[in-house]
């Protein structure tokens, strides 16, 4: 199975910062940038791949790649996301 490489989505809360991009090297137009969305099949934050296309398509055309314990859910259960709270917020789990 070849390694995938992922751009994340990104979100622009007013809470964020700059330290995703410069510290993380995280690829965005966005500023503040409060959430870089890494690992992600999500409707409204995926990953995406080189070619343009989802994780969610990729894993939908290849469910081999999720491994067997992910065939049980019915979307790709694992969000990982970085988070750059430069303002308080609230806790989030």
Not at 11 to 33: H, I, N, T
Not at 59 to 71: D, V
């Amino acid at each position: 199975m070849p390694i995938l490489k992922l751009t994340p989505s990104c979100k622009d809360y007013l809470w964020g910062g700059d330290r995703l991009k410069a510290e993380f090297g995280v690829q965005s137009e966005m500023c503040p940038l409060a959430e870089a969305w890494v690992l992600s099949a999500h409707p409204d934050g995926p990953s995406y791949l080189d070619d343009g296309s989802t994780l969610a398509s990729y894993l939908a055309t290849h469910p081999e790649a999720s491994g067997t314990h992910c065939r049980k859910f019915s979307q790709f259960p694992i969000l990982i996301k970085f988070i750059d709270a430069k303002n308080d917020l609230s806790i989030q789990v």
